[in-house]
């Protein structure tokens, strides 16, 4: 049995679509998509209680205060139905069909994208991840669709059940999405995710994954300290509490896509196991000088979203072979900021 179809207390939890492939379905052929900003930065709780506290972070330039409502805030597995959701719209997008902000979606198929179970206790259970969702607010200067506002907003705007069984049990659902995140589907500022996402059971295995999705790629290797990786991740724990749970991470394996090492200076590296839904030209990999010069052509803006952006115009240019790659880069990042300007 290979590692992804393992289960078991302490591993992946069960796939309970594995009788069919579901994604092959018209409501399931979207790819797994998640938002770069929210991968970047800790926007969701990772507790497993109600967590009411008020989060505040600050990295290079960015600023995000994360408010609870009387609910608590928005965990990482919360985040299933804004995941679901920026994949429905994307694969409406590439199919050419019109989007908008108001997603209508069926909770049944909610459940079973997001490999949940569909007991009547995850109907409750979902319900109560929505009123999470709505109530939780954001005030942030991150840059979605090349536009830096300051500004606060629920992670969703309001959701409703559209109808329900007799019994009371949700069927169709509308949720509306906040105007920052709908930008961010608009602009394509996204990344695909390991179907397995969804069978991680530990709300920091599936944080530390993003990271890794959002930071290495398909790049050799990224290379973090546990300081700016407690950081990123949004965890409460003690350093070295949270350096165990990493260890045991790497003991256990069984991160999808990439696999971690600890590497000597109380570091962590993360490299790509192979396999995931990319190009099969190795992309560019660009120097951090580069972002930094990227930075200041774009004051405010997001190098790592101009960066994604940047490379879906490679691989849909055929992805050719870059001598400079980050001339390149810089070139295109130049010719963006004119445009902006004008």
């Known amino acids: 049995m290979s590692r992804s179809a393992t289960g078991g207390a302490g591993g992946l939890l069960p796939d309970r679509t594995r009788q069919g492939d579901f994604f092959l379905c018209d409501i399931f052929d979207a790819i797994p998509k998640d938002d770069i900003a929210s991968m970047e930065h800790p926007l969701f709780s990772l507790a497993t209680r109600p967590d009411r506290r008020i989060l505040n972070y600050a990295h290079n330039g960015t600023e995000i205060t994360v408010t609870p409502s009387v609910k608590g805030l928005a965990t990482i597995h919360d985040k299933d139905i804004l995941i679901f959701c920026i994949s429905q719209l994307m694969g409406a997008l590439n199919a050419g069909r019109a989007v908008s902000r108001t997603v209508h979606l069926k909770a049944h198929d909610l ?3 997001t490999n ?6 995850a109907y409750r259970r979902l319900r109560e991840a929505f009123e999470r969702l709505a109530g939780t607010r954001i005030t942030t200067n991150i840059v979605t669709g090349e536009q830096e506002v300051t500004t606060g907003f629920g992670l969703i705007e309001r959701w409703e059940i559209v109808r329900k069984t007799r019994g009371g049990r949700m069927v169709s659902v509308a949720v509306t999405l906040s105007d920052w995140l ?12 390991s179907r397995d996402y969804f069978r991680l059971r530990k709300p920091l295995e599936r944080r530390i994954y993003e990271l890794a999705r959002k930071h290495c790629g398909r790049q050799p290797a990224w290379t973090v300290s546990v300081d700016t990786l407690l950081k990123k991740s949004g965890s409460a724990s003690p350093r070295r509490v949270f350096r165990k749970m990493l260890r045991d991470m790497i003991e256990a394996d069984h991160l999808p896509d990439y696999e971690i090492r600890e590497e000597p200076g109380d570091l962590m590296r993360f490299a790509p196991r192979g396999g995931l839904i990319e190009p099969q030209a190795r992309p560019p990999v660009l ?20 960066e994604a952006d940047w490379r879906g115009v490679w691989v849909r240019s055929g992805a050719p072979r870059l001598r400079k790659p980050d001339a390149a880069f810089l070139g295109w990042v130049k010719k963006r900021a004119g445009g902006a300007r004008s």
């Open 287 to 306: 120097s951090e000088d580069t972002y930094a010069q990227a930075r200041a052509l774009m004051p405010g803006a997001d190098v790592y979203a101009l």
């Open 116 to 121: 949940r179970e569909t007991s009547g206790d």
């Open 182 to 193: 709908y930008r961010a589907v608009l602009s394509k500022s996204v990344l695909t995710l």
């Open 111 to 113: 459940l079973m994208a």
